[in-house]
């Protein structure tokens, strides 16, 4: 049975988003709600199958057996879930009903219409996480682009089209480039060295994830990572394709901006995660300081972008390419600090940051302005929003406590672990004049990284003092706006202060909040397992260089032709190495069997 709640969690949205098409306007909300609450309960049923296991994360979700579409083509459906997967799947499940409310107010033109797309959009991100077969994935990963672009351009503010058409352009773009090596690797495992015979074409992740790491060169993996990246880095986004996410935040509709960050930005960082580090984990070791590189720029960038912002809306989005750059920085570290800290900020930053858009967008349906300029003193005026204001930006910026800490400080700790003389020889053998570790980070990307740390700390509190502090200031014309006999320009009163139902939309992102801050084990036992996996998997990798592309490696170990100049991407066999001990499920832990624990 319990193969089934990650299908109904994907199908419950649709289908809500199915009645709120056909019934009449005036139950749009209330279908929209009970629809994503539903779903809220069939994750939370299949999260606790998950988390409950004897040992938190071993245990897998997913189908007895997948449904054939195609047979032929090995076109499959089936789905199912690890530690990682099942966290993100909640998160999505947890904001669907919380943006479904803060919208009440914030929308009042084609409701119908707006639910539907809200929900249609739920279900496809659902889908990505859940997906285990890689044709499902990438439908689910395509079509989350259709409900975004129409809920940007149909209900953003003043420059939504051209928000919409610059996020649909740059993001599409690269996923077609990554359908390209996603579809060399499914490929690949039909005329991978060895095979004999006829092999029928399959798309299942965990089969693709052993054969490219096994079996092709590093030339040929270096070669597909890129193709990889240039489609989920852009999702991420890394610097220096992130120029279209400003825009898309500042025009988004506020519960837009709370997907936008909250569940949509994760889908690159998990792919990255899903396919990059297993599928080619040779690549990925290799570069991986090159990658590193682009995360610390985006961190430093980032951070002084927004020391010069204005609009509030406009700071959060630009924090969110630093806090991203954290993320994909410890996951690039290769070890368990980094990648289980890279996790746990995929979760922390959409509830932190997604709280703070809730807030501004909360300020905007009164004021009608996020300018510093025009705001100033709240907390005289709106004390429950002030306190809401000020928690959620100690979480944003990793106050100890809070769930950004957690998160933060295992990015940067990983980071700096990720030093060993062993990698020194691989990055100066594919680039000589690099004096770096190679293949690995270390501490001077962790004490640079660790200068966005700071910097965030002073741009977030300057916000603080701004809008919050100081005397009251108010835009023009909203000198006297407030109590019960205030309302905006579109209809019904708002109080001055917060309303119950915008303290009820707050209230379970602060717990969790607190309660991730506090005490994280449970997250962090539920991502050993697959953590376990990918650090094999970078285990391989470096073995696979070792024997290559690093010849003074094997000199120094005293090995046969040693002294040859054979470079990387050659088509020398890896020998026995880790690659000879994994399987596909260590590879990539989710099974695809209920109940399975994995080794």
Known sequence: MNQWLLILAMLTPLASALGVAVLPAARAKTVAMYGTLVALVFVLYAGFGVFSWEQSGYMQLGMDEPIRWIPSLGLEFQVGVDGISMMLVMLTALLGPICVISSFTAIKDREKTYYAWLLVLQAAMTGVFCARDLILFYICFEFTLVPMFILISVWGSTNRKKAAIKFFLYTFTGSVIALAGLVYVAWFNVHRPGIEGHVNWTFNIQTLAFASSKWMSLNQQTWVMFALLAGFAVKVPLFPVHTWLPLAHTEAPTAGSVILAGVLLKLGTYALIRFVLPFVPAAVVAYAPLIGALCIVGIIYGGLICWVQTDVKKLVAYSSVAHLGFCVLGMFALNHAGIEGSVLYMINHGLSTGALFLLIGMIYERYHTRSMKELGGLAAKMPVWATFMVFFTMASVGL?????????????????????????????????????????????????????????????????????????????????????????????????????????????????????????????????????????????GREKIGVEATPGERAAKGEKGAGSAQLPGSERPAGTTHLELLTPDMISPASGRPGEVTP
């Open 400 to 540: 100890p406590g809070l769930n950004g800490f957690v998160s933060e400080f295992l990015c940067v700790m990983g980071t700096y672990q990720a030093s060993t003389a062993w990698g020194s020889g691989v990055w100066h053998t594919l680039v000589p004049q690099v004096g770096t570790t190679p293949g690995e980070l270390g501490p001077w990307y962790a004490i640079i990284a660790g200068t966005g740390m700071i910097i965030a700390a002073m741009y977030l509190l300057y916000m603080l003092g701004k809008v919050v502090w100081g005397p009251l200031r108010l835009p023009a014309g909203h000198d006297h706006h407030g109590g019960h006999d205030a309302k905006d320009d579109h209809g019904p009163a708002l109080p001055t202060d917060l309303s119950m139902r915008e303290i009820g939309v707050l209230v379970p992102l602060a717990v969790l909040c607190v309660a991730l801050g506090v005490y994280p084990k449970p997250l962090l036992e539920a991502l050993k397992a697959p953590t376990d996996s990918l650090v094999q998997a970078a285990n391989a």
